[in-house]
């Protein structure tokens, strides 16, 4: 089942590494206080992070301007 996951969630992002970033950034949010964005809440951030990317509650914005 983990398999099937991951796969389903590197089809949401362009590379492994973009998926580690958003989930790790999510889940602070989530130690932080923000409210989470899909039922049902779990008690773990970094669940409720990869949850919340599968269900494309969150997303990434990749800004590549100035970057050389």
Partial sequence: MIHLE?????AKVDCRYTLIVETAKRARQLIDGAQ????????NPVSQAVNEILNDKVTYIRVTDGIK
Avoid: S, V
Wanted: aromatic letters at 0%; zero cysteines; glycine letters at 0%.
């Fill in 6 to 10: 991951l796969n389903d969630l590197l």
């Fill in 36 to 43: 989470p964005l899909t039922e049902p809440e779990d008690k």
